[in-house]
């Protein structure tokens, strides 16, 4: 089955009427003025649908959809849709029953918006038909598009700044350089034998009074991981390092009791 089978709807106006036309006597054109339009033949349900290239404007009853009249068009502006040369509202069109017999009568909105719709749709739907037949038109004799040629003619020239291109060239190597210095810090290397060094014995300078005198006797430890130095065993055993302590103590203070018993000249 082929698309043109099916139907499809381009515009429903759910009110217009429909009026006898006198037969027209010049060429100028319908005028609504001359109808009597405070008396319409007939109220009722536009519809504009669309077979293939053809569109067909509907008139239905608005209750059971029965169909009044039907107008064929095959083209627009036709003789077979008119606009009349007083009003935007109202429209000549030229029906048509199954046994060949036409006919024109008038059709009118009450909404000038209705009439916009209804002479928009079909204006599209022949827009879009013009171009469906300029494509299969393409399809039959395709013509090869002019092709496009870059190539130089004789003669022809082109300029390089070239000292500008170098200028650029130069800021961007700065900027590189400057950026691999302040990120390029070096580093100390490790110390030998990858672990921390030991901690050195205090020396003489910080000690307390009594541990100072005891220095002579202390031993530093082969072992790194040991914090502080450990005493000689026979030192240890013999020198009471508290006690020398608490010895110059008391001999500290002794001195400062016999100094401030003394005269001031």
């Known amino acids: 089955m082929e698309d043109s089978d099916y139907e499809s709807v381009l515009c429903v106006k759910p009110e217009v009427h429909v009026y006898r036309i006198p037969p027209r006597t010049t060429n100028r054109g319908y005028r609504a ?24 404007i509907k008139l239905e009853d608005k209750t059971s959809g029965e169909l009044f009249a039907q107008a064929s068009v095959e083209q627009f502006p036709s003789i077979a849709v008119e606009s009349v040369t007083d009003s935007s509202r109202y429209f ?29 749709a079909l204006q599209d739907h022949f827009k879009w038909v013009k171009q469906q037949c300029e494509f299969a038109k393409q399809a039959q004799n395709p013509t090869p598009g ?26 961007a190597g700065n900027a590189k350089s400057r950026m691999s210095g302040s990120m390029g ?19 003489e300078e910080h000690l307390p009074v009594g541990v100072a005198q005891a220095q002579p006797g202390l031993v530093p430890s082969t072992d790194a991981g040991l914090p502080w130095p450990q005493l000689n065993p026979t030192t240890a055993a013999t020198a009471d390092v508290w006690g020398d302590f608490a010895k110059a103590a008391g001999s500290t203070s002794g001195q400062a009791q016999q100094n401030s018993n003394w005269v001031q000249f």
């Open 33 to 56: 003025a001359d109808w009597q339009l405070d008396q319409p033949s007939w109220s009722g349900r536009l519809r504009i649908t669309a077979k293939g290239q053809m569109a067909y």
């Open 146 to 171: 002019p092709q496009l040629d870059l190539s130089f003619k004789e003669g022809q020239t082109i300029k390089l700044n070239i000292a500008n291109m170098k200028k650029k060239e130069g800021v």
């Open 185 to 203: 810090m070096t580093l100390l290397p490790p110390p030998p034998g990858g672990r921390a060094s030991a901690q050195l014995p205090p020396t």
């Open 92 to 120: 000549v069109i030229r029906i048509e029953d199954g046994s060949g017999r036409r006919a024109f009568i008038g059709i009118g909105f009450a909404d000038r918006g209705d009439a916009f719709d209804f002479n928009v």
